[in-house]
């Protein structure tokens, strides 16, 4: 009775916090042009995909807050065109991670 006490309580910790992990420092990048994207493969299991922009470095993956479509986010982005990124998460150079695209919206001139 008392592992499943224990057990209800972690999965409930966890529910709590994965939604603020993906959720945090999110703010808008304006006006940024995309210079290059790369799909880099890890292990031959998993990649990661990369944008390269005038705005900084950036990741597009599946998360809470931007929803699990980050391969079509990732394809709706092209090389040369200018938009409104909105980002969460923060840049960490010593654990190699950085912000994670959530929203894009392509700016028309």
């Given amino acids: 009775m008392k592992a499943r006490v ?6 409930a910790a ?3 916090t994965l939604p603020a992990c993906s959720s945090m420092n999110q703010q808008w990048h304006h ?14 299991t998993s990649s990661t995909k990369r944008v390269y ?6 990741v597009v993956n599946d998360s809470i807050a931007g929803g699990f479509n980050s391969q079509d986010r ?3 982005l092209k090389e040369g065109r200018t938009y ?8 960490n150079g ?5 912000p994670n695209i959530i929203d894009v919206n ?3 001139k």
Avoid at 6 to 11: D, G, T, V
Avoid at 53 to 58: D, E, L, N
């Fill in 31 to 44: 006006n940024c042009v995309v210079d290059s994207k790369e799909r880099l493969i890890k292990d031959g």
């Fill in 53 to 58: 922009t005038s705005c900084g470095s950036f």
């Fill in 6 to 11: 224990a057990a209800a309580a972690a999965i």
């Fill in 106 to 108: 392509e700016v028309t």
């Fill in 94 to 98: 010593f654990m190699g991670s950085l």
């Fill in 74 to 76: 990732f394809n709706q």
């Fill in 84 to 91: 409104d990124l909105q980002v969460g998460d923060f840049r």
């Fill in 14 to 16: 966890l529910a709590l």
